[in-house]
């Protein structure tokens, strides 16, 4: 069973960025589908960027112009550059690949 393990989450204000990056035990090669989700506290979890092996992405339309989602086979690791972060943009951060391997999250805080 293949491993996702996401990073990079933490405090920060609003305003600042900050880059998620996943990887997977088995590499990122053999999967064309990546997504990032977000669950904010007492809300369901949202898609927030989708990604596939033909470079299209999509973007829910509060990150859109601000998150970029993108794949660096070298690294073997799939990203979420945020940047403009705000409050609202809190939550836990979830790497998916293959449309079904999903990682344990990780926090992002967005401080007023």
């Known amino acids: 069973q293949v491993h996702i393990e996401e990073s990079g989450g933490g405090l920060v204000q609003a305003g600042g960025s900050l880059r998620l990056s996943c990887k997977a035990s088995?590499?990122?090669?053999?999967?064309?589908?990546m997504a990032w989700y977000r669950q904010a506290p007492g809300k369901e979890r949202e898609l927030v960027a989708r990604?596939?092996?033909?470079?299209?992405?999509t973007y829910a339309d509060a990150v859109k112009g601000r998150f970029t989602i993108y794949r660096d086979n070298a690294a073997k690791r799939v990203y979420l550059q945020m940047n403009s972060l705000k409050p609202e943009d809190t939550g836990v951060y979830f790497c998916?690949?293959?449309?079904?391997?999903w990682g344990q999250g990780t926090q992002v805080t967005v401080l007023p």
């Open positions: 998916v690949m293959g449309n079904v391997n």
């Open positions: 990604g596939s092996g033909s470079r299209e992405t």
């Open positions: 088995w590499g990122i090669n053999r999967f064309n589908a």
